[in-house]
């Protein structure tokens, strides 16, 4: 099964791209993006482990102050808290980590920023918890939708934003889970000038949205650890129904695959490799709309920098100590986006590679705190991540 998914994962998702996008350079240079068109993600957050008073004896949890700076919110503070832990007797070692990270920003623009992610796995892995909860209210930037859109689209607008995106997970066997899934969103006080894509586009959720949705999720994993893995598979296949009945204005479908794959070469470098597709079908609100950027995947590019109701996405790792506590990262990640699969332009795939710096404050638990950077199409982004980017 692993060799299946390697291969589905390198000739389906991310060489081939990236071949089709080395040909087709010269092609497209002329829409590249321009020098300076674009704001960058460059908020940094600053770990500070005490060790002097005692208050983190236990490496299990960190509390760190934040500070940093985006274009969209000026200067930033806060706090990050990540706490490991397990719900069943520490002796137990057939159940794996869970874990949660909670965030909290203030910005200089008086706008707040809160975040809860979960993963709780119960005793055995016999049940699953995982998801993303938030809430943002801050100025944000949007050059309308599909590939193709241009520097001089951007567009600034201001919302505010509430999601919850849980997963509930039972074991059908040693690795396979299957489960439900819940989402909300809405999206409120949307703000923009006059005359821009959104005032004039006929966008889907311009004025705000509701959207709440069940669907159903598969997942295999055989990862040996979720925060920092170094060997395993992990498949996760989710649906979600978005239905004006439970709540929400808007109908469509989303349709997720996610898989990663870990491969372990020896004194611990690790060759991490994730291939990502996102297609919806139906009246999605912009905001929802399978989006190109972030921390996670594509990092260098703004957020949302590509939108449409496809996107396909692919990145690869190489993971390696340098010295005791110390690791780098280098990666490479392409990813395009489009209405349809029938309809997507594999010739302007848009690509990112970076170098990640890594410490491990926790060997036990196999925490990681570092700072990636990222460069791509004329973009470029720098980020604070605990774990790992995937």
């Keep these: 099964m692993t060799r299946i998914f390697r291969l589905l994962f390198f000739f389906a998702v991310f060489f081939p791209s990236m071949l089709h996008k080395a040909q087709a350079q010269e092609v497209t240079a002329k829409d590249s993006l321009h020098p300076g068109k674009l704001a960058t993600q460059d908020t940094i957050r600053f770990p500070f482990i005490h060790k002097i008073t005692g208050i983190f004896r236990d490496k299990s949890y960190v ?50 920023l ?64 299957a489960g439900l899934v819940y989402q909300y969103v809405k999206l409120s006080d949307v ?29 295999y994993d055989s990862r040996d650890n979720i925060l920092n893995t170094y ?21 469509f479908t989303n349709y997720t695959l996610d898989i990663r794959d ?3 070469l020896g004194k611990l470098r690790i060759l991490a490799l994730q291939g990502i597709i996102n297609y919806n079908v139906g009246d999605v609100p912009f905001r929802q709309l ?15 920098r590509y939108r449409d109701k496809l996107m ?3 990145q690869a790792e190489f ?14 990640s392409g990813a395009e986006v489009g209405p349809s699969f029938s309809a997507m332009n594999w010739m302007d795939i848009h690509y990112t590679v970076g170098l990640c710096l890594r410490v491990m404050i926790s060997k036990k638990e196999r925490l990681n705190m570092g700072i990636d950077s990222g460069i791509g199409q004329n973009t470029s982004g720098l980020y604070f991540n605990s774990g790992e980017a995937f």
């Design 63 to 112: 509390i760190a102050p934040e500070l940093g700076r985006k274009p969209e919110t000026g200067i930033l503070g806060g706090f990050f808290y990540l706490q490991v832990f397990k719900l069943s007797k520490k002796a137990d070692t057939t159940t794996r980590q869970s874990n949660t990270e909670t965030y909290l920003d203030y910005t200089e623009k008086k706008q707040i």
């Design 114 to 177: 809160a975040q809860i992610k979960n993963n709780i796995i119960f005793k055995n892995d016999r049940f699953f918890i995982k998801g993303e909860n938030f809430y943002n209210k801050f100025p944000d930037l949007f050059w309308g939708i599909g590939p193709q859109t241009k520097p001089e689209m951007q567009q600034s607008i201001s919302y505010e934003l509430y999601s919850i995106n849980q997963r509930l997970l039972t074991r059908i066997n040693a690795r396979y889970f």
């Design 191 to 219: 703000t923009y000038a006059k005359g821009g894509t959104l005032d004039t586009g006929n966008v889907s959720g311009a004025h705000g949205s509701v959207t709440s949705g069940l669907g159903f999720d598969f997942l």
């Design 231 to 251: 060997k395993g598979l992990m498949l996760e296949f989710s649906s979600v129904f978005n239905q004006k009945g439970l709540g929400g204005d808007h109908y």
């Design 262 to 264: 870990f491969i372990n």
């Design 290 to 304: 399978a989006s190109i950027g972030g921390d996670m995947m594509m990092r260098g590019y703004y957020y949302g």
């Design 312 to 314: 396909i996405a692919g």
């Design 319 to 332: 993971r390696f100590p340098v010295y005791k506590i110390i690791g780098l990262t280098a990666f490479v």
